[in-house]
């Protein structure tokens, strides 16, 4: 099972982090910083660079912690708080990613979910430093914060179509 859970933290982790950098940076794919305030804008958001600054620092540093399962549950509240985001963005286009739709965001929030549900396993910081077992009942905190704080960025950051 620790196996397990270290692929799964390791893989979810990174590719949140990995999505973060692409939005503030020309690395692994990404476009520049101006690239990812235009990309916001473009979706109807405010704020611009801050926007895509705040975005990319928080997928960065939540992916970062889940993949080294430090912090599990602060975490996977920050991911779960920006796939909540994305997910509002892509919900119109309905569930399947070929359509643009937010497949790929509901996996990454229900992985981060289950990843505070097990806990991080074995092979983690947060076994090494003695944080761990977190409790089950954390997953619902976990979940209403993630929830609640991208529901609530969507709510101040987004236009209104005119």
Do not use: N
């Amino acid at each position: 099972m620790d196996t397990g859970l270290l692929v799964l933290r390791l893989l979810v982790g990174l590719l949140i982090a990995g999505h973060g950098v692409q939005k503030v940076s020309a690395h692994l794919g990404g476009r520049g910083l101006a690239a990812g305030a235009e990309e916001f804008r473009a979706d109807g958001f405010r704020g611009g660079v801050l926007t895509a600054l705040a975005a990319g620092a928080g997928q960065i540093g939540s992916g970062l912690l889940l993949a080294a399962g430090l912090l599990t549950p602060l975490a996977a509240t920050g991911a779960i708080g920006v796939m909540t985001v994305a997910l509002t963005v892509k919900l119109p286009h309905g569930l399947w990613v070929q359509d643009d739709g937010y497949e790929y965001p509901l996996v990454l929030i229900v992985s981060a979910a289950a990843l505070v549900a097990t806990g991080p396993g074995a092979w983690s910081l947060d076994r090494l430093i003695g944080l761990t077992p977190y409790p089950l009942w954390w997953t619902v905190p976990v979940l209403a914060a993630g929830i609640g704080s991208g529901l609530l960025a969507r709510l101040v950051l987004h236009r209104p179509a005119s």
